[in-house]
Every structure is written in C-alpha cells, then in structure tokens.
C-alpha cells in the first residue's frame, strides 16, 4: 500500500514537472519577473495540493494500522509521547542531546543513534529538520516520543543527499537525554 502512495506522488512529480517544463518550452513570449501565468501557477499549485493530499493519506493510513493516537501541529508536524520525563523543557538558544531513531514510514531504518552516535543541536540554529526542531521543543528531558515528519518539515525535494530520498516523510523515535 505504502509503495503503491509512492509510487503514485512520484508519478504525480514526474507529471507535474514534464508539465511545466513543455509549457515553458512552448512559451513564445520573454519571460520576465514580473510576468505571472496563472494558468501555470494554477497548474503547480493543483498539482502540489494532489502531493500534499497524497503524503497525508501514507500518513493517516500508517497510524491506523499501528493505532497511534498521535497530535498535529498547525504545520503538519505529528508527535506522542510516550513516556513522560522529570526534567525542563529545552528552549531555542540550549544545545539538546538525543537518542534517536529515524525511519521511513515503511518501516525502513535510515539512522539511529545506536549505529551513528547520539545527536546533539542548538535549537533554532538549524542544521536538523524543521519538523525536529519543533517537536523537541514539545518535549521535555527524559521524554521518549515519536514524532512524523511530513517532507516539507523534513528534507524537502531534495532528500539530505545522502540515505534520505526526495519528498519522503520521515518518522523519528527520540528520546531527550539532556539540555546543555
């Protein structure tokens, strides 16, 4: 099922760029900045609504076969803590120290702390996803959560470059050891 919904987004990438790459081809007029197509940006904007609709359902279709009663945040971000820690809640500007897990929604392991070491950031400094960033702040020290993180709050069309594909959602297992 899983495969098939991405199989299916990838289609519709491939659609949607061909698309738009015949219309610019076909295009007899100069381009300029400030010359907007809105049968084009129609066009993108429908075919983005189909990908974002599509990553969704992959989404609500995993939490229903593991039953995961998860919260959503305004940006698309899904976290559940699953185990409750005593500590402080970390705050933009503290450096974190995480175990960590990160998988594909079809289960497949891409990193872990237990093969890569823990990982440690500055909140709002950058240099992790955005979705991480704001579900560790949801967190406090010795909390243990799993948090889905959508593609455009994870690594976007690009992937990382390296084990993470383009335009995938990533689920992450995290446990917050300790602020710094």
Not at 18 to 45: D, H, M, R, T, W
Request: hydrophobic content about 40%.
């Amino acid at each position: 099922m899983i495969a098939r919904s991405i199989k299916i987004t990838g289609i519709l990438l491939f659609l949607t760029m061909a698309y738009l790459f015949a219309l610019s081809c076909n295009q007899k007029e100069p381009q300029n900045e400030g010359n907007n197509n809105p049968v084009k940006e129609k066009a993108l904007i429908d075919a983005n609504r189909q990908m974002v609709k599509a990553e969704d359902r992959q989404i609500k279709d995993m939490l229903e076969r593991y039953g995961w009663k998860m919260t959503e945040t305004g940006s698309g971000l899904r976290y559940l803590i699953y185990q409750e820690g005593p500590g402080l809640q970390p705050e933009e500007g503290k450096a974190v120290r995480l175990a960590y897990s990160v998988k594909l929604l079809n289960g497949d392991l891409i990193y872990s702390s237990e093969k890569d070491g823990m990982m440690e950031f500055i909140v709002g400094k950058g240099g992790v996803p955005a979705g991480l960033e704001e579900g560790i702040l949801l967190l406090h020290v010795g909390d243990k959560a799993k948090l889905i993180i959508p593609s455009h709050l994870a690594y976007g069309l690009l992937g990382d470059q390296n084990k993470i594909p383009p335009k995938v959602t990533l689920v992450y297992d995290v446990h917050l050891v300790e602020l710094k």
